[in-house]
């Protein structure tokens, strides 16, 4: 099988060496064993903005609703003793948070939803362990898994390409369809 090259780029951001040889795949300093893959392919990996603002809604009413529970404590000061009270200085002080932690809340559903898709090669083994790189090129990654799956059924083959490194938190992203299975036969289900 032919070696893929690498494609054209603009100043890659982390860049890591994906290459077979002598029977094992090393993804940087990631080792794959060849016969312990079970799967390797290609999918966009896309943030979950929905999740992102279904989120900082439900944390800033949680953060409104602890806003007014903490700030309980200091109403009857505030009330009976005027805007001079030290009660006024601590609902003012709760407030603060409140707000400090809303705008932490807003930051972080901001990156989600600011964040761009990644296409993704994804090497499964047969244990719990899976790597992930990137490139700009859906095709290129394509290209890849036809490399790794030949490189499967034929030890003698070896090649070494450059692709990225995925950093993104997992948590914002896709990792393509869940399939739950709990017992029992004639199990469907696919969750989106």
């Known amino acids: 099988m032919p070696d893929v090259p690498p494609p054209a780029r603009t100043a890659p951001p982390?860049?890591?060496?994906?290459?077979?040889?002598?029977?094992?795949?090393?993804?940087?300093?990631?080792?794959?064993?060849?016969?312990?893959?079970?799967?390797?392919?290609?999918f966009t990996m896309r943030p979950r903005r929905k999740e992102a603002v279904l989120r900082f809604l439900r944390y800033a009413?949680?953060?409104?609703?602890?806003?007014?529970?903490?700030?309980?404590?200091?109403?009857?000061?505030?009330?009976?003793?005027?805007?001079?009270?030290?009660?006024?200085?601590?609902?003012?002080w709760v407030w603060f948070l409140a707000l400090a932690a809303a705008v932490y809340f807003f930051i972080d559903m901001m990156s989600v939803l600011t964040a761009q898709p990644h296409y993704v090669l994804a090497v499964e083994t047969s244990g719990a362990s899976t790597g992930l790189v990137t490139?700009?090129?859906?095709?290129?990654?394509?290209?890849?898994?036809?490399?790794?799956?030949?490189?499967?059924?034929?030890?003698d083959t070896e090649f070494r390409v450059t692709v990225e490194r995925l950093t993104v938190s997992p948590n914002h992203y896709y990792f393509g369809d869940n399939v739950n299975m709990y017992g029992g036969n004639g199990n469907v289900g696919i969750t989106r």
């Open 61 to 92: 009413a949680g953060t409104l609703v602890v806003g007014f529970i903490a700030m309980l404590p200091g109403l009857p000061s505030l009330t009976f003793q005027g805007a001079d009270s030290g009660g006024a200085s601590y609902v003012a």
């Open 135 to 155: 490139s700009r090129d859906a095709r290129y990654l394509d290209q890849l898994v036809g490399q790794i799956s030949y490189a499967i059924d034929h030890p």
């Open 14 to 42: 982390t860049p890591v060496e994906l290459r077979v040889s002598e029977r094992i795949l090393w993804i940087g300093s990631a080792v794959y064993p060849l016969q312990n893959i079970a799967r390797v392919y290609t």
